[in-house]
């Protein structure tokens, strides 16, 4: 995202949709080990719901699982934007919240 950043301000859209690209396959990429790590919870014995389940397990899967809607769901759909945005070179430096 830093380089994108740093990219965009000179004016270059190749390297900011590198940068954009880059963070949006990161991200995917946690939201793919998040899943894994909840299979590998399970394989464990700690489930979210269900006659096996505690209030702890239970609790993790709640926090992961709000972090990764509302981090995740939100940031990987405003860097789809972003990152289109940036290949229709329709972003505008002095639109830019850091400057």
Request: net charge positive; hydrophobic share 45%.
């Amino acid at each position: 995202m830093l380089l994108a950043q740093q990219a965009i301000k000179k004016g270059n859209y190749a390297l900011t949709s590198l940068g954009l690209f880059l963070t949006l396959g990161l991200g995917i990429a946690f939201f793919f080990t998040q899943v894994e790590g909840w299979k590998q919870l399970t394989v464990q014995g700690i489930y979210f719901v269900g006659k096996y389940s505690n209030a702890s397990g239970s609790f993790l899967y709640l926090i992961a699982l709000v972090h990764l809607g509302a981090h995740g769901g939100r940031g990987l759909s405003r860097l789809s934007v972003s990152l289109t945005k940036s290949l229709l070179k329709k972003i505008f430096i002095h639109r830019l919240p850091w400057n």
